[in-house]
């Protein structure tokens, strides 16, 4: 097995296994395991913890951003529908089997307050995605404070919809947007 293939497995087994048991439930050990690689080389690869932590969320990251992104641009060219096209993405995203919320918030609640690391990559992500709401919302012609306004519906969205198990939660967030929008543009 490659350097590149052991880090893509490690880094596979930890995202599954953080993203549904927690970060600080899932040790070492455990995570060798589900990766099938020896302890020699996951600390060879990742010398700490925090290092896989970080890294998973690092592609996490990526990935949120390239599948947003895809769901955005697969909603054509009006500039509303892209910005109604997240809500979307959340709703598909809050019906898959294995939902949990948001690996960057469970991140931060578990880790945030006694991690920098972490706290700063989760600082970041949030805010690459208020920065690509604001992008959709100056294509659309709309006041760049809404933004926030949508942010928060998309962030909000994401916790309710992991606490009350109920993908619903996103045409809810869908329909305050729509209102939201149908003023700023007004």
């Known amino acids: 097995m490659t350097e590149d293939d052991a880090r893509e497995r490690i880094l596979s087994a930890a995202e599954e296994l953080y993203y549904r048991k927690g ?11 589900a990766a099938g690689v020896s302890l020699r080389r996951l600390y060879a690869l990742f010398p700490a913890k ?3 932590v970080a890294a998973v ?29 997240v809500y979307g993405y959340l709703e598909d995203w809050f019906c ?3 939902f949990r919320g948001c690996a960057f918030i469970n991140a931060f609640g578990e880790l945030g307050g006694t991690n920098p690391e972490v706290a700063t ?3 970041e992500h ?29 962030e909000g969205a994401q916790s309710t919809a992991a606490i ?8 809810q967030a869908r329909g305050a947007a729509e209102v939201l929008i149908d003023a700023a543009m007004a």
């Open 23 to 33: 970060y600080a439930a899932v040790g070492m050990d455990e995570l060798r395991a």
């Open 50 to 52: 925090n290092d896989i």
């Open 57 to 85: 969320l690092q592609r996490k990251h990526r990935e949120w951003e390239s599948s947003l992104a895809a769901a955005v641009a697969d909603a054509g060219t009006d500039p509303r529908a892209r910005l109604l096209a």
């Open 96 to 98: 898959t089997g294995d």
């Open 121 to 123: 990559i989760v600082r």
């Open 126 to 154: 949030k805010a690459s995605f208020q920065a690509y709401m604001t992008g959709l919302v100056v294509e659309a012609g709309a006041p760049a404070s809404l933004a926030a306004q949508l942010s928060i519906l998309a």
């Open 164 to 171: 009350s198990a109920d993908p619903q939660v996103a045409v």
